[in-house]
């Protein structure tokens, strides 16, 4: 693992421990095991590693509905495939999502976030595009649909597992009137 990507992982881990105003360089630079000044290569500040770990997540975000959404499968359930994909990798970052949200948009980074899911965009624009083509969603810009969408379930994720104590059912539940306004927004 190359030193960058030593950073982004221990501050992602120090950050989870310490949140943003607790966390200082040295203790991100103990943790990824390196010189204070190879941290200062890298990045100028504890801060401008949030972009690094927001692209993380969305490159994660990307490889997970890759994975979970099966071409064989039908539009809908494809829809469903990329709700679990949105879903684990929120839960997966709950205890930092947060904290980069929190950070990039305190600082001038938060020009960055739609850089950084430009690919995720795209992407999903992609499979809406084949929806629309198979007569499934509305004619409508797939790239606005696919913002739309990513949106609204990152949001509907995040009421779970960030703002809300976990409930497995409430989980369940939400992804199910996810599935249901999603479906009955995008058909004709």
Request: charged share 30%; glycine share 4%; aromatic share 10%.
């Amino acid at each position: 693992m190359d030193k960058r990507e030593r950073i982004i992982r221990a501050a992602v881990e120090v950050f989870r421990d310490k949140g943003i105003e607790g966390t200082k360089v040295s203790d991100i630079v103990r943790k990824a095991e390196i010189a204070q000044g190879t941290f200062y290569l890298y990045f100028p500040s504890k801060l401008s590693v949030m972009p690094a770990i927001a692209e993380r997540m969305a490159r994660q975000l990307e490889e997970t509905a890759r994975r979970h959404v099966k071409p064989e499968t039908d539009w809908e359930g494809q829809l469903l495939q990329l709700i679990d994909a949105v879903f684990e990798v929120t839960a997966e970052y709950r205890d930092v999502a947060t904290l980069v949200y929190a950070g990039l948009s305190s600082t001038e980074h938060v020009r960055e976030w739609e850089d950084i899911y430009t690919s995720l965009y795209a992407s999903i624009a992609e499979m809406i595009g084949r929806w629309q083509e198979e007569g499934h969603v509305r004619t409508a810009d797939p790239s606005a649909l696919a913002r739309l969408v990513v949106g609204l379930t990152e949001s509907a994720a995040e009421q779970v597992y960030l703002y809300d104590a976990y409930d497995p059912v409430r989980e369940q539940e939400q992804k199910e009137e996810l599935r249901v306004f999603l479906r009955n927004a995008l058909r004709e």
